[in-house]
């Protein structure tokens, strides 16, 4: 069984800083996806960032970025020059690879990211 | 394109009860998931359909139960409620392959009384 571990239950950062979430995870797999999920007041969860375990090359997606360490299963999201609007609860998601469409994404317990004016 | 609608979003039950909650999937994806959040257990996985059959299922009693339309729309029923079901369940409809990320509709939020 995989498991996702989120440390930081709450962060605040001043707005146009840079903040960097942690998320650590265990499994056996070796072909796998990890993401990175945002969920603000609104509750709908939003695809921030995704990374195919098989590429050695980080993700991403204008200010927002990972630093994938594979040998220490570990899945950072950096977000650049935050603004008002990332305010929401992070979550970090591990799927393993199928030949037979979607598993189930194991969730971490989330990250509350507060940005301040 | 249309996300993917759940109703109602908001319901109330009381223990003893059933309900059926709906999921339509963004037009073209065939797969949709359920997942359940609570404070205290956090995201935790349903079950997902494809083709109207159940490919996966996660470690919740048979109270819990789904089915898939040919239209790929979904329904989820939990049977005799208990005050622990009180939670926001989410859909997330997808393409086919694994390649294709999850989208996820708002949710509805149940509770139990």
């Known amino acids: 069984a995989q498991t996702v571990t989120q440390s930081q239950p709450e962060m605040s950062v001043q707005e146009a800083e840079t903040v960097t979430l942690s998320c650590t995870y265990d499994t056996s797999e070796s072909n796998y996806y990890l993401f990175w999920y945002k969920q603000p007041p609104s509750r709908q969860m939003i695809l921030v960032i995704r990374?195919?375990?098989?590429?050695?090359q980080n993700a991403t997606e204008n200010r927002f970025s990972v630093n994938f360490q594979k040998a220490a299963k570990s899945f950072s999201l950096k977000i650049s020059d935050s603004q008002l609007g990332d305010t929401a609860m992070y979550f970090c998601?591990?799927?393993?690879?199928?030949?037979?469409?979607?598993?189930?994404?194991?969730f971490g317990t989330g990250t509350r990211l507060t940005i301040i004016p | 394109k249309a996300g993917v609608t759940q109703t109602p979003r908001y319901l109330i039950k009381t223990r003893g009860q059933q309900v059926t909650l709906s999921c339509s999937p963004i037009s073209g994806h065939r797969s949709v998931s359920w997942y359940q959040q609570t404070p205290g257990q956090g995201l935790q996985f349903l079950f997902e359909y494809f083709s109207e059959t159940q490919r996966n299922k996660g470690n919740f009693p048979g109270r819990f139960s789904g089915r898939q339309f040919s239209n790929s729309r979904s329904e989820m029923n939990v049977s005799t409620l208990e005050l622990g079901d009180s939670a926001l369940y989410l859909c997330a409809s997808s393409l086919v392959d694994s390649l294709s990320p999850l989208h996820f509709g708002n949710g509805t939020r149940l509770t139990v009384t």
């Open positions: 990374q195919e375990a098989y590429k050695q």
């Open positions: 998601a591990f799927m393993k690879h199928t030949n037979f469409g979607n598993e189930k994404l194991t």
